[in-house]
């Protein structure tokens, strides 16, 4: 058994126009809460609907819980449990209807594990699909997968149309149900805070490419703002400076690796240090994707080998 | 399931067509036999309840049937995958195929059971009418053009019409073109993921194939295998006719059809996107 | 006693729970052989992931701060060890770095800064 529950080599999936997904190599370790951020269009969506079988790759390979995507995908069905960006089902049953008709597909379902996430996420279960709001719909959709009691969970933006007090409900059931039996979750979103808080990896994707793949934790310790002042600071100093911005005699340094090192050396340069801390998520996820923006000259763009999976 | 789910999403449209199909055969039997056994016509009843299931047949039987198909295939998986339930069943673990042929299935033994359900009630009537009249079966009997028009003119020509008209072939007709049908409609609701596509599409080519049917047949003197016409095979011939299969054999053909039919949506839905 | 931890600092959310649990063992509000909650619930509680409070509690079970009975629950360690002398000076320089910097940059006097240090230090002795 192999150490990740999701693992891409160089996945694609070209249309004649686009590419939204073009060489992607992704490793979600098994036991991981892992978020998969990117901006509306970056390939998101488009990775995990050809990953469920949804979509045929145009090249590459991958693998889910040691299966082929899409040779084995029955077996992967089988076992993995999915929400669908769309959080759509058959649109004239109702919830207790749905979950009869979902419950023979799965020897690992649990009525009391559905039972629970009605009750705990409020969601009316003898209304007909169609006629739920959006945040409904979304909560039956995770109740189904939940329910299924499957070993990978794969949610496409789970938190659509939720109120903050159902989004918490969701965090406490995924986080008692699914991060502590050694389960995976791959989820992807953009709402930052929430991924920022569960996950304990994170891949950011843009432009159907992966920008970063990393622990979330060594990613708050590797990346660092320093802002110091002082006469002629350095304009650029070495590879691990992602940018620096002047006012004045002040400067802020955005960089990662080695801090230290680089503070001790503005230090010798006569630069007096104001402020070191580290960078929360949003900012990092704000300064990968920017950096690969067109218009910026991209000469220290963090590369993803570097900060791949290591234990 | 998905067999449950099936006939859950079929289930309304099954009952219209029970209903319709069974009043309407007792509306036919018993309002045209008193017409014809003590109205003006006074025929032999043998004769004129036969002459009811052919005509009852060629008029209604085998246009209800059509649209029996029509109806029932116009709902598959690629109308889930077209509107709000395709990305929930298509990650369930079972494979495209199992989709396809469940739905196609469903909809088979919704025909057959509103088959047999209209040809007991039939019988029913028949014998309520005229006593155990399939015991004699009239056998056609004309062969060569027909020169006078079976069902025009003034007078209905009871006689004429039963010996133009094989009956076991009109009766196995109905049943082949309502399962064509189904089967073509199926086919282009999953390839257009839309019942009401697939409904139009398939109207419009039932309609050319028997627009071409009948032009050829006037002014090309030569036939097309047309299922509804298919009873008159034997007698009805004007001119040489290009397919020169038993008409027994034609049918077996059109069935061979209809389940290609499901086995080309299989295809399509493998290969597609979602 | 009750944690916080806020994702938006960008400070390692298991260092949080580190640095929360140290204080409030050596402000006292923590005991020793007072029992911490599980990981399981201490995740849950804080909605964090599991996998984040697990290293937490490793890295201060290997500092000896805290012990893990197997099966049977975690605890604050019988008597905290010390660490080598100049482990504990290279933790605290930071913070001092960083009392030094705000207090030139209120333009404090060097005995006024040192006075504030002495403060604290007195708080914290009168509750443990």
């Known amino acids: 058994m192999s150490e990740f529950a999701i693992l891409t080599d160089g996945l694609m999936k070209h249309y004649s126009e686009t590419r939204a997904v073009d060489g992607l190599h992704l490793h979600v370790p098994r036991g991981s809460l892992y978020g998969f951020l990117g901006r509306n269009g970056a390939g998101k969506t488009t990775t995990i609907r050809t990953l469920m079988g949804l979509l045929r790759p145009t090249g590459g390979s991958a693998r889910m819980l040691d299966m082929r995507v899409p040779e084995e995908q029955i077996a992967i069905l089988q076992r993995t449990a999915y929400v669908s960006e769309k959080k759509t089902l058959p649109s004239s049953m109702t919830g207790a209807q749905l979950v009869r008709f979902n419950r023979p597909y799965y020897r690992s379902w649990s009525d009391a594990s559905a039972a629970k996430c009605a009750q705990r996420l409020e969601i009316p279960m003898d209304q007909q699909f169609k006629r739920l709001s959006l945040g409904n719909r979304t909560k039956l959709c995770l109740l189904m997968a939940l329910a299924q009691g499957a070993e990978l969970l794969i949610l496409d933006e789970p938190t659509l149309g939720l109120d903050p007090v159902i989004m918490d409900e969701l965090l406490k059931l995924l986080i008692e149900d699914y991060a502590v039996e050694g389960r995976t979750v791959f989820l992807s979103s953009h709402r930052l805070a929430e991924v920022e808080r569960v996950a304990d990896w994170v891949g950011i994707i843009d432009h159907g490419k992966l920008l970063l793949e990393a622990r979330l934790d060594d990613i708050r310790t590797e990346y660092c703002r320093i802002n110091a002042s002082g006469n002629a600071l350095p304009v650029n100093i070495g590879p691990q400076i992602l940018s620096a911005v002047f006012s004045g005699s002040l400067c802020e340094y955005v960089v990662r690796n080695d801090a230290d090192n680089f503070v001790a050396e503005l230090r010798s340069q006569g630069a007096t240090i104001l402020d070191v801390s580290p960078l929360n998520l949003g900012e990092v996820f704000l300064l990968l994707v920017r950096k690969e923006e067109p218009c910026t000259s991209g000469n220290v763009g963090a590369t993803p080998a570097a900060l791949s999976p290591s234990t | 399931m998905y067999f449950w789910k099936c006939w859950r999403d079929t289930r309304r449209a099954f009952s219209i067509y029970l209903i319709l199909a069974v009043g309407g055969t007792l509306l036919w039997f018993m309002g045209m036999s008193h017409e014809l056994l003590r109205g003006s016509v006074r025929a032999a009843p043998e004769e004129a309840l036969w002459f009811l299931v052919v005509s009852g047949g060629l008029a209604f039987g085998l246009p209800f049937a059509a649209v029996m198909g029509l109806g029932l295939g116009s709902r598959s998986v690629g109308t889930e995958v077209g509107g709000e339930g395709g990305d929930f069943l298509m990650t369930r673990p079972r494979s495209r195929k199992y989709f396809v042929w469940v739905g196609w299935t469903v909809g088979l033994a919704e025909i057959a059971i509103l088959l047999a359900v209209t040809a007991l009630v039939a019988l029913a009537a028949l014998y309520y009418e005229g006593g155990a009249i399939w015991r004699h079966m009239p056998v056609a009997t004309h062969f060569g053009p027909v020169t006078q028009s079976p069902t025009g003119g003034q007078a209905v020509n009871i006689s004429l019409l039963l010996t133009v008209v094989d009956i076991p072939l009109l009766l196995a007709s109905v049943a082949v073109i309502a399962i064509v049908v189904h089967g073509l409609t199926y086919f282009l609701s999953v390839l257009t993921r839309s019942g009401r596509r697939a409904v139009t599409y398939s109207l419009v080519l039932i309609l050319a194939f028997w627009t071409c049917a009948n032009l050829l047949d006037r002014w090309g003197h030569f036939s097309l295998p047309n299922i509804a016409t298919i009873s008159l095979y034997r007698t009805h011939l004007q001119g040489p006719p290009i397919w020169y299969l038993a008409p027994e054999l034609q049918l077996i053909g059109w069935l061979v059809l209809a389940v290609a039919f499901p086995v080309a949506a299989q295809r399509v839905l493998e290969r597609s996107d979602i | ?128």
């Open chain 3, 1 to 128: 006693m009750q944690l916080h931890v806020s994702p938006a600092t960008g400070v390692p959310l298991y260092l949080q729970i580190e640095s929360q649990l140290k204080h409030a063992i050596a402000a006292g509000a923590l005991k020793q052989g007072d029992t911490l909650p599980s990981v399981r619930k201490l995740a849950a509680d804080l909605r964090i992931n599991p996998n984040t409070v697990a290293r937490a509690y490793q890295n201060l079970e290997r500092d000896g701060v805290i012990r893990t009975v197997p099966g049977g629950g975690t605890f604050v360690a019988d008597n905290v060890p010390g660490l080598l002398k100049s482990e504990k000076l290279k933790r605290l320089k930071p913070f001092a770095l960083q009392l030094a910097v705000e207090g030139t940059q209120l333009r404090l006097s060097r005995d006024e800064i040192l006075k504030q240090v002495h403060v604290a230090l007195d708080e914290l002795g009168e509750r443990s």
